[in-house]
Nanobody, 122 residues
Framework: VQLQASGGGSVQPGGSLRLSCVASGLTADIDRMGWYRQVRGKQRELVAQIPNGRNAVYLDAVKGRFTISRDNARNTVSLQMNNLQPDDTAVYYC?????????????????WGQGTLVTVSS
């Protein structure tokens, strides 16, 4: 699976941006799709994720401001980010995972897109 992200950029506090990510390859195996973000020197954190056929989950700090959507027909996941704040400044990564079964063990195989920088500053 390959993930190609787009969007991002620089906005002032209170502004909006939309991130999009398209998956290609063995997309039928994908379960979870979503977005992580990382600030230099800190761990990557989950921002929003939408498992196939299940409800989305959000980082508490973005609830009510960010909305994740998924289009399985187009193999895309998008993140609409409203009321952006300086603390949202980070590199955002598109993520997908697919279950893998090895003997009696099942685990998720992770795929990552290239990062896209979101900068919120006045």
């Amino acid at each position: 699976v390959q993930l190609q992200a787009s969007g991002g950029g620089s906005v002032q506090p209170g502004g909006s941006l939309r991130l999009s990510c398209v998956a290609s390859g063995l997309t039928a195996d994908i379960d979870r799709m979503g977005w992580y973000r990382q600030v230099r020197g800190k761990q990557r954190e989950l921002v929003a994720q939408i498992p196939n056929g299940r409800n989305a989950v959000y980082l508490d700090a973005v609830k009510g401001r960010f909305t994740i959507s998924r289009d399985n027909a187009r193999n895309t996941v998008s993140l609409q980010m409203n009321n952006l704040q300086p603390d949202d400044t980070a590199v955002y990564y598109c993520h997908a995972s697919a279950p893998v079964v090895a003997g009696d063990v099942q685990y998720d195989w992770d795929y990552w897109g290239q990062g896209t920088l979101v900068t919120v500053s006045s």
